[in-house]
């Protein structure tokens, strides 16, 4: 695996796994907040913020497992996962867009038009 995919990855999985496991235990004495709004765990879990997390971080440990045994989903989903990141960075001005499509275009180049990963999803397991 790429040296850059390999350290993505494993700070991903490490990451998302922990948060999974244990962001979404019942804390009985947590506080919870929308837009400055106290929420009790029940309300957490009902406006959808809970679930929407939970969902984001599976999805991104199915993409790091699904690049790790090199799967069409993981080509695409890390590119999609990592261009979302520079994009809503660099939403709110013309000199960020600027940078950040020259970011998402090199990042691109990269996982799509470079040798060793295109050998690397080449190799697909069964």
């Known amino acids: 695996m790429p040296k850059l995919f390999l350290f993505q990855h494993m700070l991903n999985s490490l990451t998302y796994s922990l948060i999974t496991l244990f962001g979404f ?10 837009n400055g709004r106290e ?10 913020m809970a679930p ?20 069409g989903f993981g ?4 590119f999609i996962y990592w261009a979302a990141i520079i994009a809503l960075m660099s939403f ?3 000199t960020g ?3 950040g499509s020259l970011f998402i275009a090199a990042w691109a180049y990269y996982v799509f038009g470079s ?12």
């Open 75 to 78: 080509h695409y989903g890390a």
């Open 25 to 34: 235990w019942p804390w009985p004495n947590a506080e919870y907040s929308l």
């Open 92 to 94: 709110y001005s013309l």
């Open 52 to 71: 929407g997390f939970l969902a984001f971080c599976i999805l991104v440990v199915a993409i790091c497992f699904a690049t790790v045994n090199r799967h």
């Open 39 to 48: 929420l009790t765990y029940k309300e957490f879990w009902l406006t959808g």
């Open 97 to 99: 867009v600027l940078v």
């Open 115 to 126: 040798k060793k990963m295109r050998r690397f999803f080449a190799q697909r397991t069964a």
